[in-house]
């Protein structure tokens, strides 16, 4: 197949197998926002797993727009995004009010390599919001779906979702990447293992008012089985079971993952 589809192209095959194999060459500025040497090291070295250029190339990361990177954790996104929209457009890390503080104190820190940012708050109760109603070209999440699933409160998915809505601008992109639960798996492994399906990730989106844009292969990992001891964790960089069985994990890499595009309606 040929792994550049027009859009027309791509959601006629969307409808009829539910998966498109879709790359974008990523521009001159995600290529340099992903070498550039403000990378820590360890953070590089995951790049073949984690393919960024590549992912926010499909997700049509501009360097010009509002981008709101939800739980952004450790920042190992973050160190390309901030810098990337740095004077041209604004990040935003969307966290959870308990973390705003902690977020602020390290966007601080690195003022000079990120310019200046923003943490934003939400709500997992109410699903509010500090972000404005419709201000954000793109808000992504990378690897944090299962954990909303994994909450106590069912609803806390449900919520968030409708909260990415209400933060985009009408044609606005959300970008999910996330450890991917084959459908055939039994549905309950995803309060217990990271892993979650591609149809309950589609069934949020949808509910919440995205429509389903497109998806790419792009951090799809065929090594990985879906089926070990800790969960996802089992696998690098976590590695769980610490020396148990680690050369085994090491070869299979990091999870496989899917990775979708949904748009909110003009």
């Known amino acids: ?16 197998t539910g998966v498109v194999a879709q790359s974008v060459a990523p521009s001159k500025d995600i290529a340099a926002a ?8 360890a953070n590089r070295a995951r790049d073949r797993y984690r393919h960024p250029a590549e992912t926010l190339a499909f997700f049509g990361v501009k360097p010009t727009q509002t981008v709101v990177e939800f739980l952004p954790a450790g920042g190992w996104y973050t160190e390309i995004l901030a810098p990337l929209v740095k004077g041209r457009g604004r990040y935003v890390a969307l966290v959870p009010t308990a973390q705003a503080e902690r977020t602020r104190t390290v966007f601080a820190e690195k003022t ?5 940012v923003q943490a934003a708050t939400i709500d997992f109760k109410t699903g509010a919001l500090t972000i404005p109603a419709g201000s954000a070209d793109v808000l992504l999440t990378f690897r944090n779906v299962h954990n909303l699933l994994m909450q106590d409160d069912p609803a806390v998915a449900e919520r968030v979702f409708k909260a990415f809505y209400a933060a985009l601008k009408p044609g606005g992109v959300l970008g999910v990447v996330d450890h991917r639960l084959p459908e055939e798996m039994d549905t309950a492994r995803e309060k217990t293992s990271g892993y979650i399906k591609r149809s309950t990730v589609v069934r949020l989106a949808q509910a ?12 799809a990992n065929p090594k990985d089985t879906h089926d070990h001891p800790e ?6 960089p976590s590695y769980r079971l610490k020396d148990v069985d680690r050369p085994k994990y090491a070869a299979i890499g990091e999870s496989d993952r899917f990775t979708i595009k949904f748009v909110k309606g003009r």
């Open 1 to 16: 197949m040929n792994r550049l589809l027009t859009a027309g192209t791509c959601l006629a095959t969307l409808g009829a």
């Open 112 to 116: 000079a390599t990120y310019g200046a």
């Open 208 to 219: 919440a008012g995205f429509k389903l844009a497109g998806e790419s292969r792009i951090n």
């Open 34 to 41: 992903v070498a550039s040497p403000t990378r820590a090291p």
């Open 231 to 236: 969960g996802v964790w089992t696998l690098p």
